[in-house]
């Protein structure tokens, strides 16, 4: 019985990347670089987001800064490594067509369907599972942590944060009627 060693290494496979990472200067991440119409543009891409920046071109993803008080403004724009490019001021400084795809972007990025009314809410051994009305029929999902999960963005909004990652939103949770509200109150 004959016994071959195997050898573990990669050997370049299609996903490895082979291109050393530059390392950034702590002078280069202090500097804020804005991103405007004078120097970015974006332009989607067989369904991609990207960004001509100078010289290159490249995927770009975006992440707010201030995801609960500014939707639409310190827009954070970073490459494929996670890596910072810009920040965008506000949106609004975009012709029309580089605007809604900004803003369509951060919208489907930060997906959180409307909960109209809280339907049913049962907890046991730590979880709360939930069954709502949204605006696109009834959802059910899971909390760990209810008190953690649930936060307060604002006077009256609430953002809802599950066991997947998903969010839920409920713009004004005076405005839910008294059962829903009964329901939520005690975690707010």
Sequence with gaps: MEHRHMHTEKQGGAGERHAPKKERTLAEISVTV???PE????ACKNGFLYIQYGETEQRAFLCRQFPFD???????VMDEDQCEIGIIRDVAVFDED??????????R???APIIQSIVSMKERYGFSYWRVKTEEGE???TLHDTFRS??????RRV?????DGNRFEIPDVEALDKKSYKKIEMYL
């Design 34 to 36: 804005w991103l405007t």
């Design 39 to 42: 120097n970015a543009s974006f």
């Design 70 to 76: 500014k939707l639409w403004e310190f827009i954070s």
């Design 98 to 107: 580089e605007k809604a795809l900004l803003c369509e972007e951060l919208k």
């Design 109 to 111: 990025r930060y997906y």
């Design 139 to 141: 959802v059910r999902f």
């Design 150 to 155: 649930i936060i307060r963005a604002g006077e």
């Design 159 to 163: 953002i809802i944060l599950d066991v």
